[in-house]
């Protein structure tokens, strides 16, 4: 008998913090699977790409564990799909970061470091204010308006096509904090992390 079809499935690469996300989720009443088989991903409702680390890393992990077909097919198929963090990277064409990599390329546009003056800090690691740059978006029901969310990231995307960004932040310049895409949504911020505001915006995606 075939395994039962997991809800939500987040993929195991070895490159994300799976069990605060799996717990997250778990909090709010959804049913999550920690999978790195592509079959189970394929057959989840939905899927949720976390990630830690270096994109090279990531992105070889990805193609070593036969996962960029299985992910770019769930994309295509229409199911709610979330990134988080390295997630939102590995979306785009290609990465700066210690060299240049080539992504999945579901999205249009580059990933790069923050060039700020000296008193910030490379990394940005911290809380900031996320606006709004979409109507209507299902993950942001219930959520104050331009909510404070937690950060840990060197690199940011820049989307080719401006009209994807769905929440932008600042750290002294403006940078994308989140894409969303029809059923694909993204966020350089952590929500598993983000205390209630995360967790609502977690709560919405496994209702969607």
């Given at each position: ?29 959804a049913h999550p699977e920690i999978t790195s088989d ?105 959520l104050s308006t331009d909510p404070y969310m937690y ?58």
């Open positions: 008998m075939s395994a039962a079809k997991p809800r939500i499935a987040i993929v195991d690469y070895q490159m994300g913090n799976l069990r605060s996300v799996e717990k997250a989720l778990e909090h709010v009443g592509p079959e189970r991903i394929r057959a989840a409702d939905k899927v949720i790409l976390p990630g830690v680390g270096a994109f090279c890393d990531a992105i070889r992990e990805l193609r070593s564990r036969q996962l960029v077909e299985p992910l770019r097919d769930c994309i295509a198929s229409g199911k709610p799909f979330l990134g988080i963090c390295l997630g939102l990277q590995l979306l785009f064409e290609k990465s700066f970061e210690n060299g240049e990599y080539e992504g999945l390329g579901v999205l249009k546009g580059n990933v790069v470091r923050f060039n700020l003056p000296h008193e910030f800090k490379v990394p940005h690691i911290g809380w900031n204010r996320v606006h709004s740059q979409q109507a209507n978006v299902p993950l942001l029901n219930g950060f840990v990231h060197s690199y940011y995307v820049v989307p080719s096509d401006p009209s994807i960004i769905w929440l932008t932040s600042d750290y002294s310049i403006p940078f994308c904090a989140a894409i969303r895409k029809d059923n694909l949504f993204a966020t350089q911020f952590h929500p598993e992390k983000s205390q209630k505001e995360g967790l609502q915006l977690l709560k919405n995606f496994a209702e969607l």
